[in-house]
């Protein structure tokens, strides 16, 4: 018997830097693709405080700020191995400032219970970006 997908919100960060996008692979597992910060929002947690936490844990960037709220839609996560369906919300943050070109940062804390996850980020020019696993899906709003 197949269970129902569990449903599950998503926020998303179309973090940009002099008509850059900021996007991030996993050293650890090359088979993940190219993303961007995201990741499941807290209960009771805001999609705005959520995407602007986020951000912060897995770049370690400070001073990150909402330009705006983008779109949500639905995404069916069960043809990449996992029974859930995402209300994925998308949002628009700008980087201040001088940050690095490229570098690696660990997010502590995952929201799956693991252990650290390592990314190497660096930026990419827009509006020639390609993203994995429906990520790219607000890239024309920005």
């Known amino acids: 018997m197949q269970s129902f997908p569990r449903e599950r919100s998503k926020v998303f960060a179309y973090i940009t830097h002099l008509q850059q996008l900021l996007v991030f692979t996993h050293p650890d597992h090359p088979d993940a ?58 949002f628009h943050l700008e980087c ?3 940050p690095p070109e490229t570098w690696i940062h660990r997010e502590e804390s995952p929201s799956d219970g693991g252990g650290p996850i390592r990314f190497a980020f660096s930026w990419v020019p827009l509006p020639d970006v390609r993203l994995d696993f429906g990520q790219d899906a607000m890239l024309d709003r920005l």
């Open 96 to 98: 201040p400032g001088s």
């Open 33 to 90: 693709g190219i993303q961007v910060p995201a990741g499941t929002l807290e209960h009771g947690e805001s999609p705005r405080a959520g995407v602007l936490r986020e951000a912060f844990e897995e770049t370690g960037l400070t001073g990150l700020r909402v330009v705006r709220f983008l779109g949500m839609f639905r995404f069916d996560a069960r043809p990449y191995g996992r029974n859930e369906i995402h209300n994925r919300w998308f």
